[in-house]
T-cell receptor, first 111, second 112 residues
Framework: SQQGEEDPQALSIQEGENATMNCSYK?????LQWYRQNSGRGLVHLIL?????REKHSGRLRVTLDTSKKSSSLLITASRAADTASYFC???????????FGGGTRVLVKP | KAGVTQTPRYLIKTRGQQVTLSCSPI?????VSWYQQTPGQGLQFLFE???????NKGNFPGRFSGRQFSNSRSEMNVSTLELGDSALYLC???????????FGPGTRLLVL
């Protein structure tokens, strides 16, 4: 079972719109990472944010982290049809080295 | 650098059989982790190997095992396959710390 919850589970938007998804967790983390998965294939790393960081940007991606609320958000700006995928947050626990994944958000970008 | 490779990409087995999956990490990466992905349970951590030693283990039965060789290549084995073992098995490699993991394309296992 996952120990990170993602919200919403699914998202449908028009090309050009922004997509926002959220991730919550329960324990202390070392860092939090976001991954993309296209249709049952391998995961592609998007961005990593450390526990002492509050915001990070990478191209059209913006990630925020609020450790007091134990939550993170991923914003994809000016979405494209190619952004259609499942997005997962994964937390690196403060103790140990394993990544614990959330349930994912399925994003559909309609052209 | 070449990415993480996994073989085979697809596999069909029957209940009771055993299976071995292989993962070759990115050159220079010493840590290999394995994950199982199913529609019902999502992505679940199986185990991690670092320098030929199991460093972390998830909550899976003993039928799931793994090993890592001196060249960092890793194998995982599932014995006495059950229908519920049908899944996408993903391996990921990293340098060795707590940073980014790079995933392979996965092995899709179907147990009939």
């Amino acid at each position: 079972s996952q120990q990170g919850e993602e919200d919403p589970q699914a998202l449908s938007i028009q090309e050009g719109e922004n997509a926002t998804m959220n991730c919550s967790y329960k324990t202390s983390i070392n860092n939090l990472q976001w991954y993309r998965q296209n249709s049952g294939r391998g995961l592609v790393h998007l961005i990593l944010i450390r526990s002492n960081e509050r915001e990070k940007h990478s191209g059209r991606l913006r990630v925020t982290l609020d450790t007091s609320k134990k939550s993170s958000s991923l914003l994809i700006t000016a979405s494209r049809a190619a952004d259609t995928a499942s997005y997962f947050c994964a937390r690196r626990e403060a103790a140990g080295n394993k990544l614990t994944f959330g349930g994912g958000t399925r994003v559909l970008v309609k052209p | 650098k070449a990415g993480v490779t996994q073989t085979p990409r697809y596999l069909i087995k029957t209940r009771g059989q055993q299976v071995t999956l292989s993962c070759s990490p990115i050159s220079g990466h010493r840590s290999v982790s394995w994950y199982q992905q199913t529609p019902g349970q999502g992505l679940q951590f199986l185990f991690e190997y670092f320098s030929e030693t199991q460093r972390n283990k998830g909550n899976f039965p003993g039928r799931f095992s793994g090993r890592q060789f001196s060249n960092s290549r890793s194998e995982m084995n599932v014995s006495t396959l059950e229908l519920g073992d049908s899944a996408l098995y993903l391996c990921a490699s990293q340098m060795g710390g707590r940073e980014t993991q790079y995933f392979g394309p996965g092995t899709r296992l179907l147990v009939l």
